[in-house]
């Protein structure tokens, strides 16, 4: 998919450089947590809530006089790999839905498409929140209700992809030396209406960090004492007066990380001219 | 009240039913027009339906009056009725009711409206209340008698409750099952204007109001001529609604709110004795919690001091029983009190056989102490949890939390076995919850403990039913108590205060706050500057 | 035109069946039933079975599905079983101000997008084409929650220009208005910059610069119409979330609203007002998607032919 020339392009180009390096930062939080926190997140000093920023607490303290930095590096851990892991599920299972769909066309398709239509002009936040009041509060399903929240986009992605590749004489002539659908499929098709899904997904990565923080806002999300950026903005909610730093630290985690990605994902949608596959879908 | 209690049990989502307003033009500028802002827990209540209502919100005292109210001091004062009196042996009561008093639709109130009422409880989720009452007979057009199955030295405290508002015969039969939807029709000092659940009711004069209690200092209709309650689910947003003048009182203030609003000019804050007990309820029909050991350790785990000195600033009072700390069934033998004591609940661990693991969990022969530790959606109960967990795993108790909303936690602990611990508040000021919340006919929900035992029923029943005097009740109660407290079915934590906050700049306030909750015998006084 | 149209909306009808069938199935999926929330405490299991009964949650799934779907065709959406309303009074009571945040919210980010967007894409790769994007960016980038907390501190309490939260004056739309507008905002001004950017490189507007045809009226009368197209189908496929996906903002605002009575009613497993809620969401973006293909196909007649 991308090629090493094409990367070194998106790396070198102003946005994308300084995003790459702004999400290596956040990922390298995300990975080495412990190494990098000062402090344990979950250890409560109730003496010392709601301190102001300072040399000792660089971001302050929480109501539980837990330092908040340190939840924040816990928190981009919790946030991300929810945000990914979700996102990694929901472009798995998108592609496949999307491309046995296009291939096998029929009844199949039609159902897939008009599911994908409806739920594809849905709020994300109101499927999230039907299917966490099913499968209950927590971190795996918050990670469940985000994949499905962004499942019909993948598919709908896929699916276009896979139309415009199944008439190619390339498949017919493997068809006719006897290779089966599923080698087809997953040989010959998805890898190559791998990268705008892949670049779609990375964009909507973004998208699921915010989801997971207003899940995490509504107390959906991750349980205490787990640190994430959308938990840690809820009980900064109430506290908005006394300690804004609570709300605004993790906000703002939020919007240059999303931003990040996204100036990525432009700089790589340019580079790979990939803009028109991505919009017609 | 009960109210709250049951909001507790019962009510939707505390988070997610978000508080709505309609369209209406601004009103709040006009004058003896007032707004105020419902506490964020009757968020949602679906109806001013005294006699079925499991939820009532505090707008209810305002709609309907009670027979008798309650004051702060705990003494009784006639409402609609002017004098009662009770025989020697407790089996009959006799009340005079109020002359000239007509409900809001005109209907008149007497003693025939008293026959209708009472019966109208049987087979309701309120009907304990009034289960002592045989039957009831007019003597005259105003004037009633009771004639009681046993004795019940709780009569009176029943009467004075919110879900003893007496509606209109006619209204509340007409309307059947809407009534107090659609439409509320009572004899107190407001009429209903309109109700829209989750969103706002708006409350217009009774001109003809004439049964004030010698609680209110004004005996007439009330000062206010409109009050619009809103519904706010968000404490922060209902405090800036406040502090920016979009409101005139708040009727409910989080404790931890207090330092904020004690700094801001023109704020008013007032502090009434709380009727709530936060505690944790421990399953002890499930491992570990069936082996009283880790009961204790669990209970005396609890710093009951940190809590209320870093959560809450000082403000309340620390739990260490299940009642209120002012009630005489409270003041139990001191031994039995659950307060702070980690030294007890390590030794507690140690003799029932849980070892101290590396990574500071006990272990039992392979087995983690590890347990549920659940909690509903809103800030104080998310708070204190956190710290509850904190505090458990000092001693070697780990916990999980899951935060559910209302409808789900209760669907849960009507499974009886899923849960193990579990944050609870409740909000009543008589000894008679003990039976609500531990009576093993109610094993799961709302005996979450799922304390089932002979001796603690037999107590139960002899507190509930075999009580012929105040006195003996107490005692009866107490002893009830103190056998729940030495089987550490719960954990108590924190008794918060009652508070309410208004502007003084747009509102006047009486001097005292009459009875035990701001209600309509103190709103009948207040006025819009 | 008339024959596209109707055979997209016969098209919707198998579409509507089986969407009614999943929003009924959803709601009994949830643990819990509202029955939980009304039944007496302590009451027995005869006492709880007479209340499932007397509301039909005894029958089997199917029937009870029958019956709703039997009412439904009749318009009447049942009575909601918490509330004690119908809930088509519920809905009327929510709608309103579901439709006007909403509307007032697309207004906006369409308005201020596509002016943005346009100016960006004139002005492509300049200070004013960065700058632009970057606050842009921004916006959509922050959770929904936390801008209006913000826009709460700092336009309602420090400067006291709007009311806090609720419903009751045109001035309380205002905080919640640009809230959602901002995120839209951004959605509409990238589309509108790319979708320009992309015109100004076709043939006929290479051919309007050589007959001199004014920079300003090539960019005004001939790119921005033709990029209007992907604008208006990214707008028409957001009428789901005008309904209801201001759920986040209605409650940080303290506002009505159908997202809020769905959510309130999904935690009280009021399960006649979340179908009727889900319904009248799932209608609306099956008509939001009708029209962006109309209005495509009113644009390009192109899309008619090949659709029809």
Redesign the interface.
């Given at each position: 998919m991308v090629k090493s020339s094409s990367l070194r392009t998106i790396l070198l180009s102003p946005r994308g450089g300084i995003s790459a390096i702004v999400l290596l930062v956040v990922m390298i939080c995300a990975v080495f947590a412990p190494l990098i926190a000062p402090y344990a997140y979950d250890i409560q000093s109730l003496r010392d809530a709601n301190l102001n920023p300072s040399w000792k607490n660089w971001m302050g303290t929480d109501e539980f006089g837990r330092d908040l930095l340190s939840r924040m590096i816990y928190g981009a851990r919790t946030s991300l790999s929810v945000a990914l892991t979700a996102i990694s599920i929901s472009v798995a299972i998108g592609m496949s839905l999307g491309a046995t769909a296009a291939y096998f066309g029929g009844a199949f398709d039609r159902l897939v498409t008009a599911a994908v239509d409806l739920t594809w002009s849905f709020p994300e936040i109101l499927i999230a929140l039907i299917l966490i009041a099913i499968i209950g509060p927590g971190l795996n399903s918050t990670m469940i209700a985000i994949s499905i929240a962004y499942l019909a986009q993948f598919t709908r992605l896929t699916r276009v992809q896979i139309m415009a590749l199944k008439s190619e004489t390339y498949v017919e002539a493997t068809r006719s030396l006897g290779a089966g659908h599923a080698h087809i499929i997953f040989r010959h098709l998805l890898p190559n209406a791998l990268t705008p899904v892949i670049v779609a997904g990375m964009l909507a990565t973004g998208d699921a960090i915010i989801l997971e923080a207003t899940l995490g806002f509504f107390g959906l999300g991750a349980q205490p004492p787990t640190p994430s950026w959308g938990a840690m903005m809820s009980s900064g909610t109430a506290q908005i007066f006394i300690a804004p730093w609570i709300i605004i630290f993790p906000g703002l985690a939020i919007a240059i990380t999303v931003i990040a990605i996204n100036l990525f994902g432009d700089a790589v949608i340019d580079v790979l001219d990939i803009r028109r596959q991505l919009r017609d879908s | 009240m009960r109210y709250t209690a049951k909001a507790m049990?019962?009510s939707?989502?505390a988070?997610?039913?978000?508080?709505?307003?309609?369209?209406?033009?601004?009103a709040?500028a006009m004058a003896q027009e007032a707004i105020f802002v419902m506490p964020a827990r009757d968020v949602?209540a679906?109806?001013y339906n005294p006699i079925l209502g499991?939820r009532l919100n505090a707008a209810t005292t305002l709609i309907f009056d009670r027979m008798v109210i309650q004051d702060a001091d705990q003494s009784f004062h006639g409402q609609l009725a002017t004098s009662w009196e009770t025989s020697a042996d407790g089996l009959t009561w006799t009340f005079k009711l109020r002359p000239n008093v007509k409900f809001h639709d005109g209907e008149p109130f007497n003693a025939a409206t008293i026959v209708w009422w009472l019966p109208k409880f049987l087979g309701?989720?309120n009907a304990f209340m009034t289960d002592a009452i045989d039957k009831v007979d007019v003597i005259d057009n105003l004037t009633v008698k009771f004639t009681m199955k046993n004795p019940d030295p709780n009569m009176l405290f029943n009467m004075a409750s919110s879900f003893m508002g007496i509606p209109s015969p006619k209204s509340f039969d007409q309307l059947g099952?809407?009534f107090g939807?659609?439409g509320a029709v009572g004899t107190g000092p407001f009429k209903l204007e309109s109700f829209?659940?989750?969103?706002q009711t708006v409350l217009v004069r009774n001109e003809a109001y004439n049964s004030a209690s010698d609680l209110s200092v004004n005996q007439g209709p009330a000062k206010l001529k409109k009050i619009t309650l809103?519904?706010?689910?968000?404490?922060?947003?209902a405090f800036?609604?406040l502090?920016?003048g979009?409101v005139d009182m708040l009727l409910s203030v989080p404790t931890?709110f207090l330092?904020?609003l004690s700094s801001e000019k023109g704020t008013k804050v007032v502090t009434l004795p709380g009727t709530e007990v936060y505690y944790v309820a421990i399953n002890t029909s499930v491992e570990p919690f069936t082996d009283i050991k880790v009961r204790e350790a669990m209970a005396f785990a609890i710093n009951q001091k940190?809590i209320l000195?870093?959560?809450f600033g000082g403000v309340g009072e620390e739990a260490h029983t299940f009642l209120i700390s002012g009630l005489a069934e409270a003041k139990v033998d001191p031994k039995l009190l659950i307060a702070y004591d980690p030294a007890r609940s390590r030794k507690a661990l140690d003799e029932a056989g849980w070892v101290m693991s590396s990574d500071g969990v006990r272990a039992k022969a392979g087995t983690r102490l590890q347990v549920k530790l659940w909690t509903q959606?809103g800030?104080e109960f998310?708070?204190i949890?956190?710290?509850v967990?904190?505090q458990l795993k000092a001693v070697g108790i780990g916990t999980?939390?899951?935060?559910?909303?209302?409808?789900?936690i209760?669907?849960?602990y009507?499974k009886k076995t899923e849960h193990q611990l579990a944050v609870r508040v409740y909000s009543w000021a008589n000894a008679d919850i003990l039976d609500?919340f531990f009576?093993g006919?109610?094993a799961g929900?709302?005996n979450h403990s799922m304390w089932v035992n002979a001796t603690s029923e037999a107590l139960n029943e002899k507190a509930m039913k075999g009580s012929r005097t105040w006195d003996e009740r107490v005692a009866n109660f107490r002893a009830y108590h103190e056998n729940l407290l030495s089987q550490f079915v719960f954990a108590p934590i924190y008794q918060p205060v009652q508070n309410f906050a208004y502007s003084q700049a747009r509102i006047t306030m009486p001097a005292t706050v009459r009875g035990t909750r701001l209600q309509s015998q103190t709103i009948v006084d207040i006025e819009k500057k | 035109m008339a024959n596209f149209l109707i055979k997209r909306l016969v098209l919707l009808i198998p579409v509507f069946l089986v969407v009614s069938v999943i929003i009924f199935m959803i709601i009994h999926l949830v643990p819990g039933d509202p029955i939980d929330n009304i039944v007496q405490i302590g009451s027995t299991p005869q006492q709880k079975a007479a209340l499932t009964a007397k509301y039909g949650l005894d029958k089997p799934l199917i029937v009870q599905y029958a019956i709703w779907f039997g009412k439904l065709m009749t318009g009447d959406l049942g009575e909601a079983i918490i509330l004690r309303q119908p809930v088509s009074s519920l809905i009327a009571q929510n709608l309103p101000h579901s439709l006007i945040l909403g509307s007032l919210a697309l207004a906006f980010s369409t308005v201020v997008g596509i002016a943005t967007g346009a100016l960006a894409a004139i002005r492509r790769d300049s200070w004013v084409d960065r700058t632009v994007m970057a606050v842009i960016l921004l916006g959509s980038t922050v959770p929904s929650f936390w801008l209006g907390l913000l826009m709460i501190l700092v336009f309602a309490v420090h400067l006291g220009w709007f009311p806090v939260s609720g419903a009751r004056s045109w001035s309380a739309l205002v905080l919640p208005v640009l809230t959602i507008g901002l995120g839209g905002v951004a959605l509409v001004a990238r589309v509108t910059r790319v979708a320009m950017m992309d015109i100004s490189r076709r043939d006929f507007v290479m051919m309007l610069h050589a007959k001199g045809v004014p920079p300003w009226r090539i960019n005004l009368q001939h790119i921005l119409r033709h990029a209007l197209l992907p604008v208006v189908t990214i707008l028409s496929l957001r009428i789901g979330w005008i309904l209801g996906g201001a759920v986040t903002i209605e409650y940080v605002f303290a506002r009505p609203g159908l997202g809020s009575l769905l959510i309130t009613s999904l935690n009280q497993r009021d399960y006649p007002v979340v179908q009727g809620c889900l319904l009248m969401l799932a209608i609306a973006v099956m008509l939001g998607t009708l029209l962006g293909d109309v209005v495509q196909a009113l644009i390009d007649p192109r899309v008619r032919e090949r659709t029809g």
């Open positions: - | 049990l019962l939707g989502s988070l997610l039913s978000a508080g709505l307003l309609s369209l209406a033009p601004s709040s949602g679906p109806s499991t309701t989720e099952d809407k939807v659609t829209v659940v989750g969103q809103r519904e706010i689910a968000e404490d922060s947003t800036l609604e502090k920016t979009g931890d330092p904020r940190e000195a870093s959560l959606s800030t998310k708070r949890t956190e710290v967990q904190a999980d939390i899951t935060a559910f909303d209302a409808a789900t209760t669907a849960q009507r609500w009576a006919k109610r929900h709302p | -």
